[in-house]
């Protein structure tokens, strides 16, 4: 037992140097800079957590070691390149079909849904992105049959490039501080279009679906090997259903395209945010070699 406390004591006395505590009640600065990201509906909610970068990093040296390309210039010019994503949001939003809703909406992971019902809001909480890859984790732990301290191993790698990969994310999103999808289409091309999704409410550059869902199959892959087929029903409680996937990777890239089958994110914010992912879940494992210092202990 005494052990067990000082083990506990230890664990949260590290936890309370990690300065979540120092960024609450922060808020983001709007401007009125073309390009720049600004509330969306129905909420118009402020942007959250604008301070994220300033937490302490698990493995990465610092929060901006894998920052991404930066995004396409803002521009409206027929046939610029940011003009063309824009449009592609837009079309692919027009013309969803319901194998493209199902895949967006699985992977929604929104955990404040904000519903209107005349002058009545509500939230609904669900699954976050970060709780759904835990429960991939175990899903497969528990179909591999894992040893407890090869499942502990899983959860505690999974979970630091999940939190890496989110810091890594919010890190360059308010640094480039890039406007909606839904905010430009809405100004320039169609008042009545609407996301599929909900957008959440901090910038859209790069996507943090496809940033740590890659950082977290990355993981997994190394730990677990790949092109290891699971059935995810994660959501199904929630209504989103149950999805089969080849891989950990197969379901990271299913993850990062719904986020454009939403109409929330533009396809750089996909690609880019994927590599970023790798870099991160790549450095993870080869900062933290748990397995072979656990080899070493023996």
Not at 116 to 123: D, L
Not at 163 to 187: A, H, L, Q
Not at 203 to 209: A, R, V
Not at 220 to 245: C, P, Q, W
């Amino acid at each position: 037992m005494a052990y067990g406390e000082a083990v506990a004591k230890h664990v949260l006395d590290y936890a309370a140097k990690d300065s979540y505590k120092q960024t609450r009640g922060f808020k983001h600065t709007v401007t009125n800079e073309e390009g720049s990201w600004v509330p969306t509906p129905p909420a118009y909610m402020d942007a959250a957590e604008p301070q994220w970068n300033k937490l302490r990093c698990w493995a990465m040296d610092t929060c901006n070691q894998f920052m991404p390309p930066r995004p396409v210039p803002y521009s409206l010019a027929k046939g610029s390149p940011y003009e063309k994503q824009l449009d592609e949001v837009y079309q692919i939003g027009k013309n969803l079909d319901k194998q493209k809703q199902d895949i967006a909406y699985f992977w929604d992971d929104n955990a404040f849904v904000m519903n209107v019902a005349g002058h009545v809001m509500y939230a609904s909480k669900k699954m976050t992105p970060g709780g759904h890859w835990l429960a991939i984790a175990e899903t497969v732990a528990r179909q591999k049959k894992l040893n407890m301290m090869r499942t502990v191993e899983a959860y505690a790698l999974t979970s630091f490039a999940l939190s890496d990969g989110f810091i890594s994310c919010w890190d360059e999103k308010y640094r480039t501080k890039t406007v909606r999808p839904e905010t430009v289409i809405n100004k320039s091309i169609d008042p009545k279009w609407t996301p599929f999704l909900q957008t959440p409410p901090f910038p859209e550059y790069p996507s943090g679906h496809s940033v740590i869902s890659t950082a977290a199959a990355t993981v997994l892959t190394e730990l677990m090997g790949d092109n290891i087929a699971f059935t995810d029903s994660t959501e199904f409680k929630y209504g989103h259903g149950v999805r089969s996937f080849k891989s950990f990777r197969n379901a990271a890239d299913e993850a990062s395209i719904s986020r454009l089958y939403g109409g929330i994110h533009y396809r750089a914010a996909l690609d880019n945010g994927q590599l970023e992912g790798e870099k991160v879940g790549k450095w993870v494992v080869e900062k933290i070699r748990t397995r072979k210092a656990a080899v070493a202990s023996r």
